[in-house]
């Protein structure tokens, strides 16, 4: 299989299956890489390599992420994050691992994709959130229907790490929290509070 890079360099290797134990498509499925703090974003399948799709093997559920293609390149012991997005089945999860340059390919236990995060209350009357770009590394617009007084931003966590009133049915997020600190590049959590939450990707 061909891989990020070239030569030997080491190799994360992991499977992903959705909450119903399917392979997800390669049409369906895309992922990130990051590492902390100061790490760029690998991203499938624009990162992929020579040829489309060479870090996700669809018989499988395989997927892979050179570790040599991030600048900087991560060294022992730096935390390496991978979050997974089925945009079909609106599923998605994170997974970590800390690097071990002895072991190579360095392999993952099996993602299990679930719709995680912020349990959505159900409403007849769902007001629906429109989120661009998305992902997005320096702002992004999200509309939304009238009558929505703020929208609240929540980490993977569940921890809420923002909260933005609109100006004529439009918020922006510049990825920061209340009080101007960046956040790190990750999935988040767009809320309307008691009607509608939508994911969005903040890539630094």
Same mark, same amino acid.
């Given at each position: ?7 030997? /360099?080491?190799?994360? #290797? ?6 119903? *134990? ?5 049409? =369906? ?7 902390? /703090? ?23 559920? &395989? ?12 060294? %022992?012991?730096?935390? $390496?994050? #991978?979050?997974? &997005?089925?945009? =079909? @089945? ?6 970590? #691992?800390?690097?071990?340059? !002895? $072991? ?7 993602? @299990? &994709? !679930?719709?995680?995060?912020? *349990?959505?209350?159900?409403?007849? %009357? ?19 229907? +009238? ?7 929540? %980490?993977? !966590? ?6 933005? !009133?609109?100006?004529?049915? @439009? ?18 959590? #767009? ?6 939450? +939508? ?6």
């Amino acid at each position: 299989m061909a891989l990020f890079g070239q030569g030997t /360099p080491h190799t994360l #290797v992991g499977r992903v299956r959705n909450s119903d *134990n399917s392979i997800p498509s390669p049409s =369906c499925i895309t992922f990130w890489a990051f590492f902390l /703090p100061n790490s760029d974003t690998l991203r499938y399948p624009e990162d992929s390599g020579p040829g489309e799709g060479t870090n996700y093997a669809a018989s499988e559920g &395989l997927w892979l992420v050179e570790t040599s293609n991030f600048t900087p390149a991560p060294a %022992d012991g730096n935390q $390496v994050f #991978v979050a997974f &997005l089925n945009i =079909c @089945t609106d599923e998605s999860a994170l997974t970590s #691992v800390i690097i071990d340059m !002895s $072991v190579n390919p360095q392999e993952l236990p099996t993602v @299990t &994709l !679930s719709n995680i995060g912020i *349990n959505e209350i159900s409403k007849p %009357d769902r007001a629906q959130i429109s989120i661009s770009p998305n992902p997005f590394n320096s702002s992004c617009r999200i509309d939304l229907p +009238e009558g929505v007084d703020f929208v609240e931003i929540y %980490d993977l !966590s569940g921890k809420l790490v923002r909260t933005i !009133s609109p100006e004529y049915r @439009t918020a922006i997020w510049d990825g920061a929290d209340g009080v101007g600190n960046s956040m790190p590049s990750g999935l988040y959590f #767009v809320r309307i509070p008691g009607y509608s939450i +939508e994911r969005a990707m903040f890539l630094k």
